[in-house]
Nanobody
Framework: QVQLVESGGGLVQPGGSLRLSCAAS????????MGWYRQAPGNQRELVAR???????NYADSVKGRFTISRDNAKNTVYLQMNDLKPEDTAVYYC???????????????WGQGTQVTVSS
């Protein structure tokens, strides 16, 4: 069984920084893409950043220049360094991975449980 386990959320003042981590574990053949989405109350879930196993990266326009996604392929782990945080970054952040479990040759989509990020003074 595949799991995504997130850590690193919390409360931070505007202008502060946080680092999120997400590790994929279980019977995994290959992880293709990993990324982060977020959902604020009353809003739809939106892409924050994602990285493919080839290193291609996409960011939401709202976080470009402030957030940095990185990945450790050996550990099946993705990180999100968030700098210069703003109140509008407040949301539940979800880790997402597209991967092939050992039991299948088809890519499956997996989600973490979510971690709260609150930016407030």
């Amino acid at each position: 069984q595949v799991q995504l386990v997130e850590s690193g959320g919390g409360l931070v003042q505007p202008g502060g920084s946080l680092r999120l981590s997400c590790a994929a574990s279980g019977s995994i053949f290959r992880v293709n893409r990993m990324g982060w989405y977020r959902q604020a109350p009353g809003n739809q879930r939106e892409l924050v950043a994602r990285v493919t196993n080839g290193g291609r990266i996409n960011y939401a326009d709202s976080v470009k220049g402030r957030f940095t996604i990185s990945r450790d392929n050996a550990k099946n782990t993705v990180y999100l360094q968030m700098n210069d945080l703003k109140p509008e970054d407040t949301a539940v952040y979800y880790c997402n991975a597209g991967l092939l479990p050992s039991s299948s040759m088809l890519e499956h989509d997996y989600w973490g449980q979510g971690t709260q990020v609150t930016v407030s003074s």
